[in-house]
Structures are given as structure tokens and as C-alpha cells.
């Protein structure tokens, strides 16, 4: 595993270096992540950790939606779903297990879309 931080500029190239897993932070674009790298290798990331916020406009709707959005720009599989940034520690309990529960119960019906 490997993570460029400042440097995802490198993305592509690192891909072709072997590893397993290349972790991508919030400013690498969803959209073209898994371009960069193709099938050579898996992807960490890129979750906004201000989904998880409790500021009055984050609730577990929004969660499941964002959540979903990132396993649909990014695909379910060789996908680690985590946080572009990690936990800050002003995350709200509840939604952090809100999008826990959303990665794997969307990913699961991703994929069981994809083989009907």
C-alpha cells in the first residue's frame, strides 16, 4: 500500500510498481482515479470526512447518498472505502456507522446487480 500525499500526481505511475493498493486523498478526482490506474491495483479512499459532521445539514440520508456515490465513481470492487482524510474527531458516532453500513450494504447490491 502506498499513499502519494501531495504527490497524486504519481498515482499512475505508482500503480505500475507492484502495490496492492494505492490510497487516494480528497483532492484526487473520483472521476479519474480508477482511470489512472486501471486494474493494476486497488484503491483506498476518498471519503469527505465532513459527511460525518453533525452540523444540522448531515443526516443519515445524505450519508447513505454520498456513500453511495463514492462506490458508484468508484466501483465496489478493489476498493477499500475509507476517509480521504481520517476521523478529526468532530464526527458523529451515529453517522460514522451510518456509512459503514451503507459501504456494505451498497456495495452488495452493486455487485449483485452487476452479475444479473
Known sequence: M??????????EELSKLGYDV????GSVSRETARD??????GLQGNYDPK???????????????????LLEALG?????ANLGEGL?????PELVNVFVDAIHEESEAIIRASRS
Open 2 to 11: 502506498v499513499f502519494a500525499c501531495g504527490a497524486s500526481f504519481a498515482n
Open 22 to 25: 494505492i490510497t487516494i486523498d
Open 36 to 41: 489512472f490506474v486501471g486494474g493494476r491495483t
Open 51 to 69: 459527511e460525518l459532521i453533525a452540523d444540522g445539514t448531515k443526516t443519515p440520508e445524505t450519508v447513505r447518498r454520498t456513500a453511495k456515490e
Open 76 to 80: 465496489p470492487q478493489r476498493l477499500i
Open 88 to 92: 478529526g474527531g468532530k464526527e458523529d
